[in-house]
């Protein structure tokens, strides 16, 4: 049964079938699923959501597929807890960490964004799917696609991580490397999709693929007892995520299953490339397209398609937005291996190190819930920190050796 209603236009509020479409062909603007709240309310419970499997289709009803989801059973209901020694280090009380570095089956918070995309194009009589990726994403349309029986064409910069060339290769995509930045690769998509009858996650079919990111926010909300955290640290590529979590969060309010809602959205960039950074920090509405430099190529998005609303929801809720600096990165991934056991990849570095600087700075309090949102896996970019982490100790395999080397 489909709660869909159509898509409606973010800027000019026009509505539109529910089709493989993206943008308004009145006023650009980009369009956005709208659904049937009227017929969602009271028949969305808590109850029936915890009665369903721990996966990202429990909220099937605020999810745009119109029949039943054929992709990403296992996707989603990651670990959210409580980080109370990178709370200590942080000189903060009350933290928690949702742990999308082990999200199913490619280890990143685009597993949700795919799936609901997949489930989607297959509903749409797509049979080839295609993005343009920072890596993450590469991966996840080539996993999931292979597990849908999909065929797949991905276009990444040429200069990604090993872990993730290796992460999308394995699943035998037709994998295109650009040599240029995500952002020219991305033109470039474009510019194919205007020929090709595929399926493009984040561009024709953008409006369902961004929904799969509210399961992000559901999830937190439902894992923190029915309830929003105070404050939260989002990493920004494109901006989505943070908007979307706030659009879950509002949602469920809407739907009766949460009190309002009175969460402080916080941007973490890379400092090579924070366009949404700066246009908060300057109180300006225009985001001014960067070239980005950074270790955090799965943020490395210059020309943010989300940047303007991800700017205003900060503005909205009273946050803020920071960035952190290549080495800030690779200490910050450091920090969060050696209290809580995590091993992130960047984006997850420019979160908690921004998280910090955040606090430091007094932006964000020390005595209120805060959640850091820790997006993707470190083993796929190893690169980062391989030259700043000390070497084993090697010894003879004799207890002379060890007692002569191993000091403890
Ligand atoms: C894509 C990505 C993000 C940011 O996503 P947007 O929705 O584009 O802002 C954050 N973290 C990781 C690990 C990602 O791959
Ligand atoms: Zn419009």
Redo the contacts with the bound molecule.
């Keep these: 049964m489909s709660f869909i209603k159509g898509l409606r236009c973010r800027e000019c509020g026009r509505e539109f079938p529910a089709k493989a479409i993206f943008v308004c062909e009145y006023c650009f603007g980009s369009l956005e699923v709208d659904y049937d709240y009227e017929r969602i309310h009271g028949r969305l419970t808590r109850q029936l959501i915890e009665s369903r499997p721990a996966n990202i289709w429990r909220y099937r009803e605020l999810l745009p597929i119109d029949g039943d989801p054929t992709v990403g059973f296992h996707t989603g209901m990651t670990p959210f807890y409580r980080a109370d020694r990178l709370g200590h280090a942080l000189g903060v009380k009350e933290l928690y960490i949702k742990d999308d570095s082990v999200c199913h089956p490619t280890l990143?918070?685009?597993d949700r964004v795919v799936s609901v995309a997949l489930s989607r194009a297959k509903e749409l009589g797509f049979d080839t799917v295609s993005c343009a990726s920072?890596?993450?994403?590469a991966n996840s349309v080539s996993a999931l696609a292979a597990h849908a029986g999909m065929k797949r064409v991905i276009f990444i910069p040429a200069d990604l991580e090993m872990g993730k060339v290796i992460g999308s290769l394995i699943y035998a995509p037709r994998l295109v490397a650009v040599e240029g930045n995500y952002d020219e690769v991305n033109r470039l998509c474009a510019e194919v999709a205007a020929r090709r009858k595929w399926a493009f996650v984040n561009i024709n079919i953008r409006p369902y693929y961004a929904e799969g990111?509210k399961t992000y926010g559901f999830e937190i909300a439902e894992q923190m007892g029915w309830k929003t955290p105070r404050h939260i640290v989002v990493?920004?590529?494109?901006?989505?995520?943070?908007v979307k979590i706030r659009k879950g969060f509002k949602e469920l309010h809407k739907m009766g299953l949460i009190p309002q809602p009175e969460t402080r959205f916080y941007a973490a960039q890379a400092q090579g490339c924070a366009p949404i950074v700066t246009a908060v920090q300057e109180g300006s509405d225009i985001i001014k397209p960067v070239k980005p430099k950074t270790i955090a190529k799965?943020?490395a998005?210059g020309n943010?398609a989300?940047g303007y609303y991800a700017a205003d929801a900060i503005r909205e809720t009273n946050g803020w937005a920071a960035e952190a600096s290549d080495e800030e990165i690779v200490d910050a991934m450091k920090l969060l291996a050696q209290t809580e056991g995590i091993f992130t990849?960047t984006?997850?570095g420019v979160t908690v190190a921004v998280a910090k600087k955040l606090i430091e700075g007094k932006r964000i309090p020390r005595d209120e819930s805060i959640v850091l949102c820790i997006?993707?896996q470190g083993l796929k970019t190893q690169e980062a920190v391989a030259d700043h982490i000390g070497k084993p100790i090697r010894i003879k395999p004799t207890l002379s050796s060890f007692e002569e080397h191993v000091k403890l």
């Design positions: 990143s918070f685009k920072t890596g993450n994403l990111s990493p920004a590529a494109s901006g989505s995520l943070l799965s943020l998005i943010p989300d990849e984006a997850g997006t993707g």
